[in-house]
Protein backbone atom coordinates (compact mmCIF):
# COMPACT_ATOMS: atom_id res chain seq x y z
CA UNK A 1 0.00 0.00 0.00
CA UNK A 2 2.27 2.10 1.11
CA UNK A 3 4.71 1.37 -2.00
CA UNK A 4 1.84 2.50 -4.35
CA UNK A 5 1.32 5.83 -2.28
CA UNK A 6 5.15 6.64 -3.31
CA UNK A 7 4.93 5.79 -6.70
CA UNK A 8 1.94 7.76 -7.18
CA UNK A 9 3.52 10.94 -5.41
CA UNK A 10 6.82 10.43 -7.08
CA UNK A 11 4.59 10.35 -10.39
CA UNK A 12 2.74 13.35 -9.91
CA UNK A 13 5.70 15.09 -8.80
CA UNK A 14 7.20 13.67 -12.24
CA UNK A 15 4.16 15.18 -14.26
CA UNK A 16 4.42 18.31 -12.54
CA UNK A 17 8.20 19.18 -13.17
CA UNK A 18 8.26 18.21 -17.12
CA UNK A 19 5.08 20.43 -16.93
CA UNK A 20 7.05 23.09 -15.31
CA UNK A 21 9.84 22.77 -17.80
CA UNK A 22 7.53 22.36 -20.83
CA UNK A 23 5.76 25.73 -20.32
CA UNK A 24 8.49 27.22 -19.60
CA UNK A 25 10.06 27.13 -23.38
CA UNK A 26 6.69 26.90 -24.73
CA UNK A 27 6.35 30.85 -23.10
CA UNK A 28 9.84 31.26 -23.79
CA UNK A 29 10.24 30.35 -27.11
CA UNK A 30 7.02 32.02 -28.37
CA UNK A 31 8.04 35.85 -26.92
CA UNK A 32 7.11 38.31 -29.22
CA UNK A 33 10.01 40.76 -29.75
CA UNK A 34 9.46 43.90 -28.45
CA UNK A 35 9.78 46.29 -31.48
CA UNK A 36 8.44 50.20 -31.49
CA UNK A 37 5.20 48.69 -33.86
CA UNK A 38 4.42 46.04 -31.03
CA UNK A 39 4.97 48.57 -27.76
CA UNK A 40 2.44 50.97 -29.56
CA UNK A 41 -0.27 48.64 -29.03
CA UNK A 42 0.78 48.05 -25.15
CA UNK A 43 -0.22 50.34 -22.37
CA UNK A 44 1.78 52.42 -20.23
CA UNK A 45 4.67 54.16 -21.48
CA UNK A 46 8.25 53.62 -22.48
CA UNK A 47 11.72 54.91 -21.98
CA UNK A 48 15.27 54.19 -23.85
CA UNK A 49 17.78 53.39 -21.01
CA UNK A 50 21.38 53.05 -21.52
CA UNK A 51 20.99 48.84 -21.40
CA UNK A 52 17.24 48.65 -23.38
CA UNK A 53 13.52 50.47 -23.29
CA UNK A 54 11.41 50.04 -20.01
CA UNK A 55 8.38 50.26 -19.45
CA UNK A 56 6.27 52.11 -16.96
CA UNK A 57 3.33 53.93 -15.91
CA UNK A 58 2.35 57.06 -13.56
CA UNK A 59 -0.69 57.25 -11.90
CA UNK A 60 -2.04 59.48 -9.05
CA UNK A 61 -2.00 63.39 -8.61
CA UNK A 62 0.96 64.60 -9.75
CA UNK A 63 1.82 66.93 -6.36
CA UNK A 64 0.97 63.59 -4.12
CA UNK A 65 3.80 61.90 -2.36
CA UNK A 66 5.65 59.73 -4.57
CA UNK A 67 5.52 55.73 -4.28
CA UNK A 68 7.51 53.22 -6.66
CA UNK A 69 6.50 49.96 -6.60
CA UNK A 70 9.34 47.67 -7.68
CA UNK A 71 8.28 43.71 -8.66
CA UNK A 72 10.48 40.82 -7.85
CA UNK A 73 12.88 38.52 -10.06
CA UNK A 74 10.52 36.26 -11.72
CA UNK A 75 6.65 38.81 -12.34
CA UNK A 76 6.43 41.91 -14.12
CA UNK A 77 4.74 44.87 -12.95
CA UNK A 78 0.99 43.70 -13.13
CA UNK A 79 1.38 42.02 -9.55
CA UNK A 80 0.76 45.20 -8.31
CA UNK A 81 -2.35 46.37 -10.39
CA UNK A 82 -4.47 45.52 -7.40
CA UNK A 83 -2.49 47.79 -4.89
CA UNK A 84 -2.07 50.80 -7.31
CA UNK A 85 -5.88 52.31 -7.10
CA UNK A 86 -5.80 52.43 -3.01
CA UNK A 87 -2.81 54.02 -2.94
CA UNK A 88 -4.05 56.29 -5.76
CA UNK A 89 -7.35 56.91 -3.50
CA UNK A 90 -5.05 57.83 -0.69
CA UNK A 91 -3.67 60.75 -2.61
CA UNK A 92 -0.39 59.42 -3.87
CA UNK A 93 1.52 59.80 -6.86
CA UNK A 94 2.44 55.91 -8.11
CA UNK A 95 5.16 54.70 -10.53
CA UNK A 96 5.21 51.02 -11.57
CA UNK A 97 7.98 49.49 -14.06
CA UNK A 98 9.01 46.32 -15.53
CA UNK A 99 12.46 45.71 -14.72
CA UNK A 100 14.66 44.69 -18.08
CA UNK A 101 13.91 40.89 -19.14
CA UNK A 102 10.30 41.26 -17.38
CA UNK A 103 7.22 42.29 -18.89
CA UNK A 104 7.41 44.88 -21.65
CA UNK A 105 10.60 46.21 -20.93
CA UNK A 106 13.60 44.64 -23.09
CA UNK A 107 14.96 41.44 -22.77
CA UNK A 108 18.98 42.13 -23.18
CA UNK A 109 21.48 39.50 -23.05
CA UNK A 110 23.51 41.50 -20.25
CA UNK A 111 24.37 40.47 -16.67
CA UNK A 112 22.03 41.22 -13.79
CA UNK A 113 24.16 42.80 -11.19
CA UNK A 114 24.06 45.19 -8.78
CA UNK A 115 25.93 47.51 -11.49
CA UNK A 116 22.88 46.77 -13.88
CA UNK A 117 20.37 48.37 -11.04
CA UNK A 118 22.89 51.75 -10.11
CA UNK A 119 22.88 52.56 -13.62
Known amino acids: MLKNVLLTLIGCFALLILFMVGSY ?65 AGKRVLVYDHLGRGFSDRPDIVYDGDLYIR
Open 25 to 89: FYFQFNLKELTPEVRAKLPGEFVQLEDGVVSYYWKGPEKGDIVVLVHGLSTPKFVWDGNVDALVA
